[in-house]
Structures are given as C-alpha cells and as structure tokens.
C-alpha cells in the first residue's frame, strides 16, 4: 500500500488531473444519469478549495500589501487596471468579431424551458458591497469583495505602524507579519494535501456533466463551443503571448511553468479555487512573492477575461437565434454592463450564467438562450477559467518586469 501510495504521489500533477478528467467522462456516458451517485465526489473537492481560497485571498493580499509602500501599492494597481482593460477588450472583440463571422446557433430553437429572471444589482451596490458593516459577517458569507478590502486596508495599516516613530507600534507590526506569514504557509501546506485528492474530485465532476448532459446536447451546441475555444486560442497565442515578449519573458517556458495553474483552474471551473496554485505557479514562473500575492487575488476578483469572450459570443449568440439586429452601440454597452456585473463572481462556477441572465434581462432578449447554453456551461467554463488564471498571471509578470525595472 506504501509503494502505491508512493508511486501516486510521484506522477505529474498535470497526467492525474487529465486522467481523472477523462475516466470521469467514460463513467459518465456509461452510468448516465445514475453518474450523479458520483457528485459528492466533485463537491468535496470544491468544497476543501473553497475552504482554503478565502483564508488564503486574504493572507497573501495582506502580505503583499504589508511589504509595499503607498508609492509602490498605487504604482502597481494602476499598471493592473490598465492591463485588464485592455485583455477584456481585446477578448469582447474577439468574442463579438468570431460570433459575427461564424453565427453560431444559426440552426437552432429555443427550448421550452423558462428560466427565472435574476435580480440585477445597482453599480452602487456593488460599490457598497465592497465595504461590509461586519467583519466576521463578511468573512462568514465569503464575500470577496468586502475581503480584498479588509485585506487592504489591514495591509496598508501594518505598513504604516511599520513606518511608526514609536518602538512599541513597530513591534505589534512586526509580530502581526511574523503571524500573517506563519498562517499562510500553514494553509499552503493544507493545500498540498489537498492537491492530492483534487484527481478523484475532477472525476466526480466531469462524470456528472457528461452524465447528465450526454453528447446529444454537446452536438447540438458544438458550433457555440468551437467558436469559443477558437476565441481562446486567439487570446492566449496574440494577446497573452504579445504581452509577454513586449515584457520580455519567454513565452514558451513561461507557459511550462504556469501549466499546473491553468490546468486545475481548468478541470476545476473555478479561479478562485485555484488562486493558491497559480499563486506558486506564478513564483516558478519567476515573479516575485510580493507581485504574486498582491495581483492575482486581485485579477482572481476583477479580471474575467475568458468570462468578457464567453459575453461577447453570447450576445451574438441569442440575437442569431432570436433573428433580432443588434447595433454596435447595442453590443457595446451589452459588453460594458455585462463587464461590471462580473466583479466579484470571476472565481465562481457558472456564475457566467446568472451574469448572462441579468444581462439579457436588461436589454429585453429571451432568457431561454440561458437554458441554452447551460447546456455546454461545464465545457465553457473550464476554458473560459483557465483563460482567466493564465491571464492573471501573465498581468502579474508584465507589472512584475516594470516594476523591476522601475527599482533598478
């Protein structure tokens, strides 16, 4: 049992995760519907990195913060906006020009299905969400929002009390980063054993999707899909691969070492899920610890570039079925609205649905194509998430390079 324990443990993190991915596919197409038997298997995997993510979003952005000045904090937020600006721009006209091109559903009905309308938020209360009346409340509810605040604003304050003229002051913050530093690799070293049986989790997952939606559904929207993973192809080989030769890493090599990153937030669907992972993956890559920790909890929360591309071809998507013409003023704002009503859910499975859904509501298109598109939901959101980790952390290394440059 010991040598089998042993030899588990020595293959490649990458090699168990497809495995478990493709076995789950076989048991799902041979068990069918009863592939739901399978679910808690899936579920106890995102519910241990669900687990972690929180503590851990929250750990390494009071650190980075910890370790930069004022000067650097706001050096490095504004080079991230910029950045994701511009990759959710190019991947909304990557999404939009592809859909117009190929018109994907062109063939297809709406079903009979009717899907509840959800409840579109204000932008001022998602402004109003990121400051919580609560401390524990907010830790409790998991609400990310209101915890990359807390994490800032305790990070700036340790900074701060480090910069202190008195001696006491400087000793509590001293000791509140010793103890900042110690839970963080305490939950580092829980996600190593986590990471374990993350192969097991992802065969529960894919064999419930392929279980219950079978290949008639995934024929029936292959077109969608296709277009899709083309968009992802053109993002990561024009986009993501022109930012790192314009910052001068190597593109290939970089990919290698992030593989591990994108590969679980693929199998898994959730960004957020895999934070901790890209968080290392983003160290081998050779960005600095205070980088890494500061920009991807950030893009794990507000940057959804596979979710902007998903948008943009969805759009097109339910105005082909709906034989309804959309101006480009029209998609424009669909996009921008779209866009902001993602802050907060990028680490979320599905939640590109409830975001499609408020959406379509808002600009008077049927919310059938949700039913629609739920039906490759699983399929989508594993390229659309590994989309938004890779291009994290490319944004982490392109800030990385000029903030090194800068200091030099």
Known sequence: MGQLWKWYRSIPFAIKMLSGFLLGIVAGLILGTQSETLRPLGTILINLLSLIAVPIVFLTVVRAVDQMSITQLGRM????????AVTTAAAVGIGVGLALLFKPGGNLTLPDVVVEPKETPHISD??????PSNLFEAFASGDLMAILFLALIIGITISTMKSSAEEAM????????????ALNDMFNKLLQGILLYAPIG???????????????TFRSLLSFTGVFYLGIVILWVFVYSG???????????FFRDTKEAYSTAFFTSSSLA?????????????ISERTANFALPLGAIFNSDGGALRMGISIVFAAT???LQLSASDLFLIVVVG???SIGTAGIPAAGLVTLSAVLTMFGLPLEIVALIAGVDAIIGMGGTASNVIGDIVGAAVVDRTEKATEA
Request: aromatic share 12%; net charge positive; proline share 1%.
């Open 202 to 216: 992802v065969f529960g997952i894919s064999a419930v999707a392929f279980g219950n939606q079978g290949w008639e």
């Open 77 to 84: 937020g504004w080079k991230l906006i910029l950045y994701y």
């Open 339 to 341: 866009t902001l009503l």
């Open 170 to 181: 400087r000793t509590s913050a001293d000791r509140l980063s010793q103890l900042v530093i």
């Open 243 to 253: 930012f790192l030769r314009f910052s001068g890493n190597g593109v290939f090599q």
């Open 126 to 131: 998602v402004i109003l969400q990121m400051i």
């Open 321 to 323: 079925i709906t034989n």
């Open 274 to 286: 895999s934070l901790p992972i890209a968080i290392n993956a983003a160290k081998r890559a050779g």
